[in-house]
């Protein structure tokens, strides 16, 4: 991948032969990138396996439409932001079970001494990540790439295709919003 977030010429010739039904192409950036896409999803995901799982199923779905696959930007980029929506999805389907499941943790731990410690830590936990699932797509994207996922300002804005300063200002605002969730509660 080229640092200018463009396509370049062997990320072209990769998605032109997984468009023609190259499965040694798809192979290639499968091995090339399966890795680094999973390790995302599953801080994202906040599961190992289920960040696999994501990265397996936008493979998948890249494959099974490869006739119709457009990749304008980097082919990385193309692939993180495929991810990241995937990831939504994955916390979207996982959001009732994990509610649920929840539910009866907390019904076991008022059985214990440690009842108010358990829930202020899983209060702050669960404020936390509802607080950062409220960011615009975009400005969360950001910050899970540079906070979660610990990729430079510089990097955030190649994977991106913005400038640094916008990845810059996106952090700030994200704190920012983060901040006044969380005194909130």
């Known amino acids: 991948m080229n ?36 390790t995302f999803a599953s801080e994202y995901v906040k599961s190992y396996d289920a960040g696999r799982e994501v990265a397996q199923e936008v493979f998948l779905k890249i494959w099974a439409s490869r006739e119709k696959l457009v990749v304008t930007g980097s082919l990385k980029s193309y692939l993180y932001k495929a991810v990241y929506h995937q990831s939504l999805n994955y916390i979207e389907k996982e959001k009732k079970r994990k509610e649920y499941e929840q539910l009866a943790v907390l019904e076991l731990d008022q059985s214990s001494d440690k009842t108010d410690d358990n829930l202020i830590a899983n209060e702050v936990r669960l404020a936390i990540r509802e607080a950062v699932r409220k960011l615009p797509p975009k400005r969360n994207l950001v910050f899970v790439l540079h906070r979660q996922h610990g990729l430079s300002i510089k990097e955030v804005a190649a994977v991106m295709n913005i400038s640094p300063k916008t990845v810059e200002n996106q952090m700030t605002e994200a704190m920012k919003f983060l901040r006044e969730k969380l005194n909130q509660k």
């Open 3 to 38: 640092n200018s977030g463009h396509i370049n010429d062997i990320e072209k010739r990769w998605v032109d032969a997984i468009r023609q039904g190259d499965s040694s192409a798809f192979k290639l950036v499968f091995d090339r990138y399966y890795i680094q896409l999973s």
